[in-house]
C-alpha cells in the first residue's frame, strides 16, 4: 500500500503523476471516496497529465466519457453514482472497456459495481478528506 498525502489543489499535478507511476501495468484504477472528496479532480488531473486535450467532466448521466491520451492511449472515465441495478452496466458493454488491455479505465463509484471487475489489472485509490481539508490517498493493487 502506498499513502500519498495532497496537502494543496496546488501539488494536485504532482500526486497525478505519482498515482500514474503506481499503477504500471494496471488498466483499471478505482477511485473510492465520499461525495464532494475529489475523484473527478484527481482523474481531470491524471487526465492533463497523460495529455489529453479534452475537456474532462464527470460522466454521472452518460455512465461513461472517453478521451484520447497525447500517445494515443485510450482513456474511458466511469461514474456509477447514478447506478440502480448492475443490469445497466451489462446493458451498456462494460466488457468491451474493462477487458481493454490498451486502454485505460479510470473508475468513480466502483463499489457499486464490484462484483463485475475484473480480479488482475485493478488498482484502487481510497480518498479521505481530512479536518484541515487536506486528502489522503491510500493506493492498493
Same mark, same amino acid.
Do not use: W
Given at each position: 500500500m502506498i499513502t500519498i498525502e495532497l496537502q494543496t489543489i496546488d501539488a494536485i499535478e504532482d500526486v497525478a503523476r505519482q498515482i500514474i507511476s503506481a499503477t504500471k501495468g494496471k488498466n483499471i $484504477?478505482? *477511485?473510492?471516496? &465520499?461525495m464532494g472528496a475529489g475523484k473527478t479532480t484527481l482523474i481531470r488531473a491524471i487526465c492533463k497529465v497523460l495529455g489529453? %486535450?479534452?475537456?474532462? $467532466? =464527470?460522466? &454521472? !448521466? %452518460?455512465?461513461?466519457? /472517453?478521451? &484520447? =491520451? %497525447?500517445n494515443g492511449t485510450p482513456i474511458y472515465h *466511469? #461514474? *456509477?453514482? +447514478?447506478?440502480? +441495478?448492475?443490469?445497466?452496466?451489462? #446493458? !451498456?458493454?462494460? /466488457?468491451?472497456y474493462f477487458?481493454?488491455?490498451d486502454a485505460l479505465c479510470l473508475v468513480e463509484w466502483p463499489e457499486l459495481i /464490484?462484483?463485475?471487475?475484473p480480479i488482475d489489472g485493478v488498482t484502487n485509490i481510497h480518498i479521505n478528506v481530512n479536518t484541515d481539508g487536506s486528502r489522503t490517498l491510500q493506493i492498493s493493487a
Open positions: $484504477t478505482c *477511485f473510492y471516496g &465520499t489529453v %486535450a479534452d475537456m474532462v $467532466t =464527470s460522466p &454521472t !448521466f %452518460a455512465l461513461v466519457n /472517453e478521451y &484520447t =491520451s %497525447a *466511469f #461514474d *456509477f453514482y +447514478r447506478i440502480k +441495478r448492475i443490469d445497466e452496466v451489462y #446493458d !451498456f458493454g462494460y /466488457e468491451e477487458y481493454n488491455p /464490484e462484483q463485475i471487475l
